[in-house]
Each structure stands twice: as C-alpha cells, then as structure tokens.
C-alpha cells in the first residue's frame, strides 16, 4: 500500500536543538516521510545537513515545520517557497512475482515479500530464499529453507508451514540424552526440538539452519552451517 511523502523546497533557516546545537541557512529541500522522519537537504553530498529520525509529532503551520522528539527539536522556517508538494511512496524491493490476490507487484524488502498495491505481506526467514518458482497451490513465489534438510515451501505458511514440513522429516527422529523419551519438533518462540516429556524433563534445542550431516559422538545429530559444523547441542563439545 502507498503512504504519503510532503516535500518542501525553498530558502530556509533550518535549527536543531539536541545534543547538538546548530543553524543552517540556504536553499533546501526538507522531506518529511510516512513515519515522520525529517530530512533537510542541500546542495552538498548524500548526507542530509539535519535530520530527526520518528519524530513524535510534525506540524507545518504558516511556513514553519515543526518536529519534536523527546528533547530533540527540528525546525525548518521556509522564508521563500520554491515549491511543495505530496506523493505517493511505498517501499521499495526487489521484484519477486506478481500478487494472487489484486495483481500487483510483489517485491522482497527488509525481510519480507509484500505487494506494493494492497496489504498482503509475508515475513521470510533471514537465511530463506525466495525462488523464481511459484507455489502449485496459491500461486505466490517458493522459499528455500534449511532446517535439517533443504525443503521448498510456499511463502505463505498458512499454505505449507515449514514447521509442519521439519516435523514430518525429524520428529521423534532423535532420542533424549538426558531421559529414554524422544525429541518432538515445536514452535517455541523458534523452532526447537523439544523432549516428549516435559516439563518432567526440560531438555530442548534450537534447530539451526543447516542439513544434517552424521551424528555426534553424543548422539545427537551434527548439522552443517553456513559457520561450520556443530552438535545440535550448542553446548556439546564432542563434534
């Protein structure tokens, strides 16, 4: 979906009180994004010459743009307008597929595959990769993920949960070290293999991303990483 970006350009006195005091004076372009950050540019390299990041409130009222954050002040008097305008912005990513749901354009951005004309948006992992291919079932593009193994599932997890996938492939695949119960794959805040017998016992580890690749002389499975090889026990130093 689009929000709204304000621009103003003119001859300004720009002030900033904070940690830092200071004034500039000059033709500028000031930018205020959806998320009330403020920007004061000028004619001279990429940095803005002042700035307020989220600012808490943002008032232009009779040529004066106001911004204030905790004890950080931004102004901006606009003493000769050359121009101002708004428009449309929405974040910007790298094109991934079009949308199944309004035809849109799907883009990967900041951890995410999101469509840049309606709300549909889906959290990929930080090691998932988004594939060219589309899901038989929804049409929405494949992830490649490693958990155990590789598995290709849809973005989508309402469509093919990679939790479901990893415990079709690992559950009760491993045994306990500490007791006789087997190791069940769940959703803990992360993905962990956790022993059928807690909270009698509390034995569980994270599943890491990587394949396994042989077993731990503790009998645990090894994984290999993208840093290297380990015990699914983080704490285990016989791998």
Not at 170 to 192: Q, S, V, Y
Not at 208 to 234: A, I, N, Q
Request: with cysteine.
């Amino acid at each position: 979906m689009h929000d709204e970006v304000r621009v103003v350009a003119g001859d300004c006195t720009t002030t900033f009180d904070g940690r830092n005091e200071r004034e500039h004076r000059g033709d500028v372009v000031t930018v205020v994004k959806p998320d009330n950050t403020v920007l004061v540019h000028d004619a001279d390299g990429y940095q803005p010459v002042a700035w307020l990041t989220r600012a808490d409130s943002v008032q232009f009222v009779d040529g004066v743009l106001d911004a204030r954050e905790g004890d950080q002040h931004l102004r901006v008097e606009v003493h000769d307008e050359h121009g101002a305008a708004r428009h449309p912005v929405s974040r910007a990513g790298v094109p991934v597929g079009d949308c199944p749901t309004c035809e849109g354009r799907l883009v990967l951005a900041r951890g995410a595959v999101l469509c840049r004309d309606c709300d549909d948006e889906y959290s990929i992992p930080r090691d998932g990769a988004v594939l060219d291919e589309s899901c038989p079932v929804c049409a929405l593009p494949l992830l490649r993920v490693e958990r155990g193994a590789e598995f290709e599932v849809c973005i989508d997890r309402d469509c093919d949960s990679i939790d479901d996938r990893v415990a079709d492939r690992f559950d009760r695949e491993w045994d306990c070290p500490n007791c006789e119960g087997d190791l069940r794959i769940l959703r803990r805040g992360g993905l962990i293999a956790g022993c059928e017998r807690y909270p009698d016992c509390d034995t569980g580890f994270g599943v890491p991303t990587g394949v396994v690749d042989g077993t731990c002389d503790c009998g645990l499975p090894v994984f290999e990483t993208p840093s290297g090889r380990r015990c699914l026990d983080t704490g285990c130093e016989k791998t």
